[in-house]
């Protein structure tokens, strides 16, 4: 019959009604279990052992007699194993109206004077069969062993197949369940198992198959949980758990724990509605040779907590997938079994990866030895927070990713920007992060902070302090920092400018000028290899009277050299180029550099000293922008007046006070 709540019993009222006047009473009781409680005593009535008229239930799920529990006596049965404290444990029996005695046939029982059959009731047929649609069915019921010898795909097919048709959930209790090809798919039904004690056997005969395959029909409402997945000794590795196209509804997969199989989870790309991976485990310790462990391509996946460690190929692969979340996992392979690439991101939207661990990968990716840990190839909207990486780089290939909080392994290539990528950071995303990051072939954009008011030359810079060599690597890239660039500390936390043709470099971006005031931007560089001269130039929103203003030429010292630019600002946002012009004979050339410093005024000299120029007037300003502190002296000075006028708040006019009483 399968299992059966203590809430759906099958003896409903009006045929319950029929029994009790035949022969027998129905009774019931609940007890809420102590820690590790196995045996419960019957205090509101008795039944008779080994007659098969008790039913008990843990946490509403029936038990089998023999194995999950004995019948001891009369009013005592016995749990083969003790449950958790709080667990609900209930049974159900019939009673006789009249004592048994020893040896006595039931009047209208099998063989008794009056025997009657039951089935032929009037209202049997309507009221059991609606009462059996509800009943959980247990594989074991359809000739399932679970020995690990028997064949049992026939009997879990006959069962997955009258589950969907009836639309009622399968259980597959404790037992290793030996299937030697592809099951049918659990289409409107709930498919689970006692976790790690039931395990799916995979004996494959051809490489390539699925325990779950569903690529052409529309699958709804489905739901398999608590089971284990294991390859049988001798059989292929070459299997996976769950391939399907097309998902409609709310679905989802949990608490599921795979060992030895090269792949897992195929996720199609036409998901309707949310669709959950929860508490996955994935391992593959016995070689290098795992393909990818979970592929996705659809909307809307929400996962978390998931672990997959081994030798995969690729940890995770989303491809296309929309509005995706994945939160809590570690991701890794092992001593004897490295990963190749963790995270591969591509084309992908709107989603985020936070809370998680990535170690032991071997993968060779773009360039050699460079570590693939997390690689996001034309993709937008996407974040990464709270990754601690061992091993490994991100790379960014195109596209545009947020990274928050990511830590990284002083050995580690930190991150790699190529092909257009575009990074948005912080300085506390990245402060406690030992990071580097080298421009090639164009140019990080690199926001500097607009120093007007500190006047300092080197940028206090938290961001890359505990930085390894070159932290910034880019390639055809934009590279966004919100405040400062570098903190020069002998050159080797310097952003390294790769080139392949002359007049390349990294791009300035300075913002929060004002149009029409004088400013100059300083610049540590140094030339490693290639370069001929390191050239400051404007892209636009500045202007400037002198055709390169200032140029690093050919130099036989190896140390940093201070070239800076002065210009007029034509709008609130001006580019600075930082480009370079090979050596005779290079094709290729590289130049540190360091220490970027805004400033407005004139002085190339000393940035700490008085930069602003005079401004005169016979009154203070009433009109343009202006900033705490800027003075305009006084063209008609008169006693009683002032020397001139300062002003005490920043913006449009401004605030303006005297300064600077004079004498009557």
């Not at 989603?351 to 997390?374: F, H, K, N, P, T």
């Not at 974040?383 to 545009?400: A, N, Q, R």
């Not at 602003?612 to 007037?617: A, E, V």
Request: proline fraction near 3%; hydrophobic fraction near 35%; glycine fraction near 10%.
């Amino acid at each position: 019959m399968g299992l059966l709540k203590i809430t759906d019993k099958i003896l409903d009222p009006e045929f319950l009604k029929r029994i009790i006047d035949l022969e027998r009473a129905p009774n019931t009781e609940s007890w809420t279990a102590t820690e590790g409680q196995t045996k419960f005593t019957l205090s509101n009535g008795t039944y008779k052992p080994n007659h098969k008229v008790i039913q008990v239930y843990v946490d509403g799920v029936k038990q089998r007699v023999g194995e999950a529990y004995t019948e001891d006596s009369a009013t005592t049965f016995t749990l083969a194993e003790g449950v958790p404290l709080g667990t609900i444990v209930e049974a159900m029996w019939i009673e006789p109206k009249v004592p048994y005695t020893v040896g006595h046939k039931s009047t209208h029982g099998k063989g008794g004077q009056d025997e009657i059959n039951v089935s032929e009731l009037a209202g049997y047929k309507e009221k059991v069969e609606d009462k059996f649609n509800q009943i959980i069915l247990n594989v074991k019921d359809f000739g399932a062993k679970g020995d690990g010898v028997t064949d049992d795909t026939e009997a879990i097919s006959s069962a997955i197949t009258y589950g969907s048709q009836t639309r009622r959930n399968i259980f597959i209790p404790r037992g290793d369940y030996r299937i030697t090809k592809t099951l049918p798919f659990p289409n409107l039904t709930k498919l689970y198992g006692a976790g790690n004690g039931s395990v799916i056997l995979c004996d494959f005969a051809q490489s390539g198959g699925w325990v779950f395959d569903e690529t052409s029909a529309n699958t709804y409402r489905w739901d398999i949980s608590d089971l284990t997945f294991a390859i049988k000794s001798g059989a292929t590795k070459d299997v996976g758990v769950l391939r399907v196209e097309k998902v409609l509804r709310f679905c989802g997969i949990k608490n599921i724990r795979t060992f030895d199989l090269k792949r897992v989870f195929y996720l199609g790309s036409e998901i309707h509605g949310m669709f959950f991976l929860d508490k996955i485990g994935s391992y593959y310790l016995s070689g290098q040779d795992g393909l990818t462990a979970i592929e996705t391509k659809g909307n809307t996946i929400m996962m978390s907590d998931i672990e997959i460690a081994g030798g995969f190929e690729i940890g995770l692969k989303m491809v296309g997938s929309i509005s995706f979340k994945l939160k809590g996992f570690n991701i890794a392979g092992s001593p004897n079994a490295l990963m190749g690439k963790a995270i591969h991101l591509d084309s992908v939207s709107g989603g985020s990866l936070s809370d998680a661990w990535i170690e032991q990968l071997r993968y060779e990716g773009i360039a050699q030895d460079e570590i693939q840990a997390v690689y996001i190839k034309d993709s937008k909207a996407v974040s990464l927070s709270e990754i601690y990486m061992p091993d490994g780089s991100i790379f960014i290939d195109g596209g545009e990713v947020t990274v928050e909080n990511i830590a990284y392994y002083q050995a580690s290539a930190g991150l790699r920007y190529l092909n257009g990528a575009k990074v948005n950071t912080t300085r506390n995303g990245l402060k406690t992060q030992n990071v580097g990051l080298k421009a090639q072939n164009y140019d990080g954009v690199i926001t500097v902070e607009n120093l007007k008011q500190s006047n300092v030359n080197l940028l206090p810079n938290p961001l890359l302090r505990r930085g390894i060599p070159n932290p910034y690597t880019s390639s055809n890239a934009n590279v966004t920092l919100s405040d400062e660039l570098t903190d020069k500390v002998s050159g080797d936390r310097s952003v390294r400018v790769s080139s392949t043709a002359n007049y390349q470099g990294v791009v300035i971006t300075l913002n929060s000028l004002i149009i029409g005031r004088t400013y100059t931007i300083r610049a540590l560089v140094k030339k490693v290899s290639g370069i001929s001269h390191v050239t400051m130039v404007a892209n636009s929103g500045a202007s400037t009277s002198i055709d390169y203003p200032c140029q690093l030429r050919q130099s036989k010292s190896t140390d940093f050299h201070e070239i800076s630019y002065i210009f007029s600002a034509t709008a609130t946002t001006a580019v600075i180029r930082v480009q370079n012009v090979f050596s005779a004979g290079s094709a290729t050339g590289e130049f540190l550099l360091d220490s970027v410093a805004l400033y407005e005024g004139y002085s190339e000299c000393n940035p700490s000293f008085e930069t602003t120029s005079k401004l005169l007037s016979n009154a203070a300003p009433t009109s343009g922008n202006w900033l705490v502190g800027e003075k305009v002296e006084n063209t008609n000075p008169t006693a009683g007046g002032y020397v001139g006028w300062i002003c005490t708040s920043g913006g449009t006019v401004g605030t303006w006070k005297g300064y600077g009483l004079i004498q009557t």
